[in-house]
């Protein structure tokens, strides 16, 4: 019914997981970008079809994922080797696709961010949504700072509610801090030049709404403290104990990462 595609580069400690977790689904790819560990091992251990293409942006290998891989079901699923299904969100999927009409053209997906066993439902502004189960032919994906979002669309979009899990910080803190200094990069880029108009602030499209506040709001000088003081106290990310501190103080680090980045770009650094 729905065929799973997982992009990958060294996700030894984290792809047993998320394919146990699709156990359900019948044509899972593993598209790879060059893993110097165990990953390609890992995958044919579970019997799945592996792919390589080199890594250029989340959007481009997507894109080229749906264009080029022999998938056998007419709706595709997007998951992140550090993601995994519930069975609660295998029915929901489901269920989606079974009532899904002719003009359904995907469903936008939400994430449990998962760190130390503990759901920060309130710390990550759950819930957040990407455009990951998408219909053969009817969806291009273009970048947007480290990730992507949807490109030129054939129809509608709807909203799968029940999430799936996400276990970001799985490699560790000093995994998940070089990474993000490496995405700050990006999104401070896109963020300059890619500014959505202001507008997009009020609109009824979450994922462009989400996109667009992001923007905007860090142009404000104090965004990164106020991003922690929303997050850790008014979204009530303190109820989340000390994982919730953690996670409000390390994406408050992040958001002043993009500030300084964006200044930099600003002024035309040179080093």
């Known amino acids: ?3 799973v595609i997982v992009l990958t580069k060294n996700e030894e400690n984290d792809l047993s997981t998320c394919l146990e977790s699709l156990s359900w689904c019948d044509d899972i790819h593993v598209l790879d970008s060059g893993s110097t560990d ?13 792919w390589h293409h080199p890594f250029e942006s989340f959007g481009k290998q997507r894109n080229y994922a749906l264009d080029r891989l022999p998938l056998r079901h007419e709706w595709v ?4 080797a550090d993601e995994a299904s519930t069975k609660a969100f295998q029915d929901a999927v489901y ?4 009532s899904a009409k002719p003009e359904m053209a995907g469903f936008y997906l939400c994430w449990k961010m998962i760190l130390e066993g503990k759901w920060l439902k309130y710390c990550d502004n759950f819930p957040k949504w990407q455009l990951r189960l998408v219909r053969m032919g009817k969806v291009r994906y ?10 030129s669309v054939e129809g509608k979009i709807g909203y799968i509610k029940e999430p799936y899990l ?5 490699k560790g803190w000093s995994q998940w801090i070089d990474r993000h200094n490496k995405y700050s990069t990006l999104e401070a880029l896109s963020r300059y030049r890619n500014c959505p ?22 142009k404000l000088h104090g965004w990164p403290l106020l991003r922690f003081f929303y997050a850790y106290f008014l979204n009530l990310g303190f109820l989340e104990g000390t994982q919730g501190y953690i996670y409000c103080v390390n994406m408050s680090y992040h958001e002043f990462l993009i500030q300084i980045k964006i200044r930099e770009i600003k002024k035309g650094y040179k080093g």
């Open 1 to 3: 019914m729905v065929s």
């Open 38 to 50: 165990k990953t390609l091992e890992m995958a044919q251990k579970y019997e799945v079809k592996t």
């Open 77 to 80: 699923l997007f998951l992140d």
């Open 95 to 98: 269920g989606a696709i079974q």
């Open 142 to 151: 273009t970048d947007f700072g480290h990730g992507q979002k949807e490109g």
């Open 166 to 170: 996400h276990f970001s910080f799985s």
């Open 197 to 218: 108009p202001f507008k997009s602030i009020f609109t009824k499209n979450k994922s462009l709404r989400n996109l667009a506040l992001k923007s905007w709001l860090s």
